[in-house]
């Protein structure tokens, strides 16, 4: 079993940033991919970022530029540095990997809102 702590929600005033994390734990053979999703009030969850075993990434068209996803493979953790908030960005968020025994995992999620 593997388990995923995010940590680094909050509140936080539109233009500002927050940085997620993302640790996980258990029995991990091999991670093949990290990500970031993320679902407001009343929407389909969405993938915000992922991040694959040889470090290519990919965003959101509505991330991209603002938001950075990178890992520290040492400590199976994951990160999601979000820079230029906006009011539509408030979400919970929630993280996902899938090992390489293609097992895949989600942590419970942490709430990020963007407000004046």
């Known amino acids: 079993q593997v388990q995923l702590v995010e940590s680094g929600g909050g509140l936080v005033q539109p233009g500002g940033s927050l940085r997620l994390s993302c640790a996980a734990s258990?029995?991990?053979?091999?991670?093949?991919?990290m990500a970031w999703y993320r679902q407001a009030p009343g929407k389909q969850r969405e993938l915000v970022a992922t991040?694959?075993?040889?470090?290519?990434?990919n965003y959101a068209d509505s991330v991209k530029g603002r938001f950075t996803i990178s890992r520290d493979i040492t400590k199976n953790t994951a990160y999601l540095q979000m820079n230029s908030l906006k009011p539509e960005d408030t979400a919970v968020y929630y993280c996902?990997?899938?090992?390489?025994?293609?097992?895949?995992?989600w942590g419970q999620g942490t709430q990020v809102t963007v407000s004046s």
């Open positions: 991040i694959i075993s040889d470090g290519t990434t």
């Open positions: 996902h990997t899938r090992l390489t025994t293609w097992s895949s995992y």
């Open positions: 258990g029995s991990i053979v091999g991670i093949y991919s």
